[in-house]
């Protein structure tokens, strides 16, 4: 008895966690193979034939690998700001983490007011005598979307990274970087082999996390460039809302949920392997 009673407490939790989780998993595989209650792989082939979807895959992917390690500098940065304790430490704090206040779709909205033809940024480049407008969001301008939707996104989420970092920051003796000090190490020797070592759990957390977010970008780009820039969570939203096809929106969404997996996965194993 005593042995059933640790899955007796926790069996509330798992019959939980499988309906909240495991149902819409299983129904949403089951959709993306089955039409017309028979099996099948029309779904998956419409989704390759369209065009937007290689546009989605390499616009996620670029994403991803830009904006990622970005944030993470950016945050490290932050974090070892705070912790050498400037005056008005809780104010900085407070103003780095605004961004987690907002929603994906008012952030979106914030810095369309800035990238837009008529928007504060061609406003300031005119009055600087420097260009009389970009069209940062044209829909021939790649790049121009590529980049507003990386500042949207670096401006964005960028604080998440941040408060994983200052809490693993915190869980640091200042004994070992003090010593380290002592037998002479710089600056830069007692970040890489005493700090991040040391905060190692958090970056594994925050950086699984991050990536998989940023697989998932969504309403930043939706509000900024519409389906000009093309992603794969808005393709599955224009393919499950617009086009009503559920089938063709759960086999993207597998596709996502793959990519989210692949990464978790060698995350994981390049950090054990660090370990060993």
Same mark, same amino acid.
């Given at each position: 008895m005593r042995t059933r009673t640790p899955w007796l407490l926790l069996l509330p939790s798992i019959v939980f966690m499988l309906l909240l989780f495991g149902w819409p998993l299983v129904a949403g595989f089951l959709s993306a193979f089955r039409s017309g209650g028979m099996f099948t792989l029309d779904s998956w082939s419409r989704m390759f034939d369209d065009p937007y979807f290689a546009r989605a895959l390499r616009?996620?992917?670029l994403l991803t690998v830009i904006?990622?390690?970005?944030?993470?500098?950016?945050?490290?940065g932050m974090a070892l700001l705070l912790q050498a304790r400037p005056r008005l430490v809780s104010t900085h704090f407070y103003l780095w983490t605004i961004p987690l206040a907002m929603s994906e779709l008012a952030a979106g909205l914030v810095?369309?007011?800035?990238?837009?033809?008529?928007?504060?940024?061609?406003?300031? $480049?005119?009055? &600087?005598?420097? /260009?009389?407008g970009v069209g940062w969001l044209d829909y021939d301008n790649?790049?121009?979307?590529l980049f507003a939707v990386v500042v949207a996104e670096l401006w964005r989420a960028t604080s998440l990274v941040f408060v994983i970092l200052v809490a693993g920051l915190q869980m640091v003796p200042r004994d070992f970087d003090e010593a380290a000090q002592v037998f002479g190490a710089s600056a830069w020797q007692r970040l890489w082999h005493?700090?991040?070592?040391?905060?190692?759990?958090?970056l594994q957390v925050a950086l699984i996390l991050r990536t998989i977010l940023a697989i998932q970008v969504f309403a930043v780009a939706q509000a900024l460039t519409g389906r000009n820039f093309p992603l794969l969570v808005g393709e599955t939203y224009q393919w499950y809302v617009s086009l009503q096809n559920a089938s063709?929106?759960?086999?993207?969404? $597998?596709?996502? &949920?793959?990519? /989210?997996?692949?990464?978790?996965?060698?995350y994981l194993r390049a950090l054990r392997r660090e370990r060993a």
């Open positions: 616009n996620t992917l904006v990622v390690p970005v944030q993470f500098v950016l945050a490290m810095w369309l007011s800035i990238f837009s033809n008529r928007g504060y940024l061609n406003s300031f $480049l005119s009055w &600087l005598g420097l /260009s009389d790649g790049a121009g979307m005493v700090t991040l070592p040391m905060i190692r759990p958090s063709v929106a759960s086999a993207l969404a $597998l596709v996502v &949920l793959a990519i /989210s997996l692949v990464v978790s996965i060698g």
